[in-house]
């Protein structure tokens, strides 16, 4: 295998987020997941941090993985993944969410 395939490869198992941060595909994949479940649970007109939204799973990340998270989540925001969009609030973070 030549060099230039080993950097594609590497490549196609991340996912290129704003402002040139990138993820790793599964764990993108992880974050999504995790809100997909929840999102039939959410009401109307109520605020979510990524937190509640992410549970226990939460829990176990460590803390640049939570904003790994974060930038996660924006982009899914943002591509329209969910029916989901940002909340402005008194400070900038976190992020609030709330159903569309």
Same mark, same amino acid.
């Given at each position: 295998?030549?060099?230039?395939?080993?950097?594609?490869?590497?490549?196609?198992?991340?996912?290129?987020?704003?402002?040139?941060?990138?993820?790793?595909?599964?764990?993108?994949?992880?974050?999504?997941?995790?809100?997909?479940?929840?999102?039939?649970?959410?009401?109307?007109?109520?605020?979510?941090?990524?937190?509640?939204?992410?549970?226990?799973?939460?829990?176990?990340?460590?803390?640049?993985?939570?904003?790994?998270?974060? *930038?996660?989540?924006? %982009?899914? $925001?943002? @591509? /329209? *993944?969910?029916?989901? %969009?940002? $909340?402005? @609030? /008194?400070?900038?973070?976190?992020?609030?969410?709330?159903?569309?």
């Amino acid at each position: 295998m030549d060099s230039t395939t080993n950097t594609d490869s590497k490549r196609d198992d991340r996912i290129l987020l704003s402002e040139g941060s990138t993820a790793d595909k599964d764990f993108y994949k992880a974050i999504e997941a995790q809100v997909e479940s929840v999102i039939p649970e959410l009401t109307h007109g109520k605020r979510y941090t990524l937190k509640k939204l992410c549970g226990e799973f939460w829990d176990v990340l460590e803390r640049g993985e939570k904003n790994l998270a974060g *930038k996660c989540m924006a %982009h899914m $925001v943002a @591509t /329209k *993944k969910f029916p989901i %969009h940002f $909340v402005k @609030t /008194k400070h900038e973070y976190p992020l609030h969410y709330q159903l569309n």
